[in-house]
């Protein structure tokens, strides 16, 4: 298994430009998510799916979009790029959505430049 | 509001010194406490998942530690190769079926040779 993958591993935008995050997971899991490391904050959840077709929010979404057409890709749109979006970004994903504690795996992350 | 903080920032160790690393948290309702290892550069690598005060969990020269309060992750003999950022994590009752992790900021480990 590749576990969970990301592309690209660099991106420079500027101020305004729309690009695409692609993160895929080949272990058939239900769950995935993106978290955004900035430093000194810690890793913060911005959208996740329990399944194909369903995505909801975390706590900072706004600036991103996410949709989930297939178990195994989870892309994530900056919609018009912000110097704030600058960041490092993973993807991750879990077996299950049941109501016990399940494992999060991180895919390698993407780091973003907004100019 | 749900919190995670990580002691100390940095700790820079010679090889073989053994020591700990703290966690301590505020969660209204733990699910589940996570330990991630984070090389420069690279995503977070899962370590442990502890579930309950008084679990305990061991891999190689790691041993997490958990109470109600707080966790510690015990580096014993350490080499070099255990250098890395090591990141704690609550998984918290949420919104239905949404697995939010609460971060700490992460605890810088140096092992000098």
């Known amino acids: 298994n590749a576990g969970v993958t990301q592309t690209p591993k660099f991106q420079v935008l500027k101020t305004g430009q729309s690009m695409t995050l692609q993160c895929a997971q080949d272990?058939?899991?239900?769950?995935m998510s993106w978290y955004r490391q900035d430093p000194g904050m810690g890793l913060r959840l911005i959208h996740y799916?329990?399944?194909?077709?369903?995505?909801d929010q975390g706590e900072v979404p706004n600036g991103y979009n996410v949709s989930r057409s297939t178990t195994e890709d989870f892309p994530l749109r900056l919609l018009s790029a912000a110097p704030s979006q600058t960041s490092v970004y993973f993807c991750a994903s879990s077996y299950s959505v049941a109501s016990s504690a399940d494992t999060q795996y991180f895919g390698p992350g993407t780091r973003l430049t907004v100019l | 509001e749900d919190q995670v903080t990580q002691s100390p920032e940095a700790l820079r160790l010679q090889e073989g010194e053994s020591s700990s690393l703290n966690c301590s948290y505020t969660v209204s309702g733990l699910r589940g406490l996570f330990w991630y290892r984070q090389d420069p550069g690279k995503g977070p690598e899962f370590l442990f998942t502890?579930?309950?005060a008084g679990e305990e969990k061991e891999k190689e020269r790691l041993k997490a530690t958990l109470t109600k309060k707080e966790s510690f992750l015990h580096i014993t003999a350490p080499k070099p190769e255990d250098s890395a950022t090591y990141l704690c994590a609550v998984q918290a009752h949420w919104i239905e079926g949404a697995q939010k992790l609460v971060f700490g900021q992460g605890t810088r480990l140096t092992i000098n040779p």
């Open positions: 799916s329990v399944g194909a077709g369903i995505t």
């Open positions: 502890l579930y309950s």
């Open positions: 272990m058939n899991h239900e769950y």
